[in-house]
């Protein structure tokens, strides 16, 4: 059974970075596509980026565009999310999630399997 921990979080001005980290344990880490949703309070759970299980293509909320970026290191386990420019609007619960999902770039949070336990990010204006 894979495992997810986020790390990374916290509390920034706007405009500034935030770098998030997922490490994941189980040695089926390279097989699951890697996404990271996020939930503010009061909303629902949405979908902000994804990595192939293969790292080829990334995907990602408009949102976020040119903004985010995601990348993986399959030999540490670890998925990362870049986070630039950030914006109040930013503010959520981050959520690392895995997938085994035929689809090559899963967007849907029901074809993740696996869940972290979230990590708070917090942009202040």
């Known amino acids: 059974q894979v495992r997810l921990v986020e ?3 916290g509390l920034v001005q706007a405009g500034g970075s935030l770098r998030l980290s997922c ?14 949703f996020r939930q503010a309070p009061g909303k629902e759970r949405e979908f ?28 540490k386990n670890t998925v990362y999310l870049q986070m630039n420019s950030l914006k109040p609007e930013d503010t959520a619960v ?4 895995g997938s085994t999902s035929t689809s090559y770039r899963p967007t849907s949070l029901r074809l993740y399997d ?3 336990q979230g990590t708070q990010v917090t942009v202040s204006s």
């Open 114 to 116: 696996l869940w972290g």
């Open 7 to 9: 790390s990374g979080g």
């Open 94 to 97: 981050y959520y690392c999630a």
């Open 23 to 36: 490490a994941a344990s189980g040695r089926t880490f390279s097989r699951y596509a890697m996404g990271w």
């Open 48 to 75: 902000v980026i994804g990595i192939t299980w293969r790292g080829d293509s990334t995907y990602y909320a408009d949102s976020v565009k040119g903004r985010f970026t995601i990348s993986r290191d399959n030999a």
